[in-house]
């Protein structure tokens, strides 16, 4: 669906699902947090997209590794600000970017992202 074609630093994940309102219940005793999950199903929600139809998200830039025990864990992230990625699509898509508001992910609070979405 996309070609990676540019890539500043080499390190994204596809372990971790995009986190729910559930995840952060669980792991952090969280119980109202914003969560990828739902920014995404907000952001597609004008084309029908339901929270159960969200596949795997491309977790740009995550360094998600597993342990020796056989665990995930979330390393600090090895991108620095002004890092990117570029994609060719290779059909029609529908995407939706969110920037994870856990602070493993980031560093800390949630960031600003951007993106350009070229002809």
């Not at 559930?22 to 990828?36: F, L, P, S, T, V």
């Not at 056989?70 to 029609?92: H, K, V, W, Y």
């Not at 939706?96 to 070229?118: D, F, L, N």
């Amino acid at each position: 669906m996309l070609t990676i074609v540019r890539d500043d630093v080499g390190r994204h994940d596809f372990l971790y699902a995009s986190y729910s309102p559930e995840m952060y219940r669980i792991q952090y005793g969280a119980a109202d947090h914003k969560n990828c999950l739902s920014n995404i199903v907000s952001a597609l929600a004008h084309i029908g997209v339901e929270a159960h139809m969200v596949p795997t998200a491309f977790n740009f830039f995550m360094n998600a590794r597993v342990s020796e025990d056989g665990r995930l864990r979330i390393r600090p992230p090895l991108s620095q600000a002004g890092d990117s990625t570029d994609f060719r699509a290779e059909m029609d898509l529908a995407v939706a970017v969110t920037s994870c508001p856990a602070p493993t992910c980031s560093r800390g609070p949630i960031k600003p992202i951007q993106y350009e979405v070229r002809d």
